[in-house]
């Protein structure tokens, strides 16, 4: 076992709050997917983070807290923004929300933004972890800028081996997508980015309407959703969604109970359960590039629920 991958267990627990006090960086499993947890309101910490991942310095973070009340020291919130955190947090919704001026987080972790994209999650190790921290933690997605985003630690360690001081291993994440992203800086309140929670959901349990922000128009490419605009999710190999008959010489990304004759293939899901697709998704792509094949071919996936979000990801990987 690598020297920086500790199994869960209050050992590893407290070594990763003494690790973010320390400026260190420290990948923890959340709900959605593995994230590269560090201090928000650290210089060093922020510079590292970025470094590692090759993220733009103009694409902000996710700030993660373990209460509504954490919350409302770094956001300024109204009756919706409250509603939902109410109904959905703890749990894979991020509200992005005005700026309120707190000491927790540096302007560098924003990208000198006004606004910020706040979530409670529900993993059990990131609340725990805030509790002992006793302070909000950034944590973006663990893989690097533009690399399909890890929901193993063994992905992480993959994509930084030790670059990253601690990674802890709390097995693989419940559903292997990010959390959905909804921007209440004004009305209408824009979807940023499609994830675990159907917007539709959300304005039916609440009554609250969502538009669709047009990721791919150019409109939306303006820093307030930066890490939304370009290609992302991507395999080195190249990508193509939509296939139903691979070619010799690819690996297949199959869906459903159609059987084929073809070598490299891993099934999504074989009873076509578009939850189980989401959580195999990034394992399986990792798996597939790792295999350097000429393309990786994916069957259609119904555009529906999750599978909204599924299509998502792979077109935005196959750009
Ligand atoms: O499920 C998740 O949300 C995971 C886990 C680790 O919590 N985190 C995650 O973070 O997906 P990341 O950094 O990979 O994606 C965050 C997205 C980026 O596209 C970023 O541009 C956007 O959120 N974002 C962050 N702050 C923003 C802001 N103030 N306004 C608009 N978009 C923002
Ligand atoms: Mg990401």
């Known amino acids: 076992m690598k020297q920086n991958l500790l199994k869960e267990s209050e050992k590893s627990i407290n ?92 302007d560098i972790a924003l990208s000198g933004l006004e606004s910020v994209a706040i979530r409670f999650p529900k993993s059990n190790i990131m609340r725990e972890i805030i509790n002992k921290f006793q302070k909000p933690i950034a944590a973006p997605s663990a893989n690097e800028s533009g690399y399909i985003s890890a929901t193993d630690a063994n992905h992480v360690i993959d994509s930084f081996g030790n670059k990253i001081d601690l990674v802890i291993d709390s ?10 992203i909804l921007d209440m800086t004004k009305k209408p309140y824009q979807l940023k980015r499609h994830g675990v929670i159907d917007s539709k959901i959300i304005t039916e349990k609440t009554g609250i309407k969502i538009v669709i922000a047009n990721c791919k128009n150019k409109k939306f490419q303006k820093p307030n959703s930066p890490g939304q605009l370009l290609k992302h999710y991507a395999p080195k190999t190249p990508l193509f969604t939509n296939i139903t008959e691979p070619m010799q010489g690819d690996a297949f990304l199959n869906f459903g109970k159609r059987k084929y004759n073809h070598k490299a293939t891993l099934n999504l899901s074989t009873t076509a359960n578009l939850d189980e697709a989401a959580y195999n998704l990034f394992d399986f792509l990792r798996k597939l590039d790792k295999l350097k094949k000429k393309r990786i071919v994916v069957a259609p996936i119904p555009n529906t629920g999750i599978g909204i979000t599924i299509n998502e990801r792979l077109d935005r990987a196959s750009i």
């Open 15 to 106: 070594k990763a709050v003494k690790y973010l006090n320390q400026e260190k960086l420290v990948a923890l499993k959340t709900e959605t997917v593995y994230g590269i947890a560090c201090d928000p309101g650290n210089i060093s910490a922020l510079k590292k983070l970025y470094q590692i991942k090759q993220r733009p310095i103009y694409n902000p973070l996710i700030i993660h807290v373990n209460s509504i009340e954490l919350a409302k020291k770094i956001v300024h919130t109204t009756d919706d923004a409250e509603c939902l955190m109410k109904k959905f947090w703890p749990g894979p919704l991020t509200l992005i929300l005005p700026r309120k001026i707190n000491n927790f987080v540096h």
């Open 171 to 180: 097995g693989r994440t419940n559903f292997g997508l990010e959390s959905t």
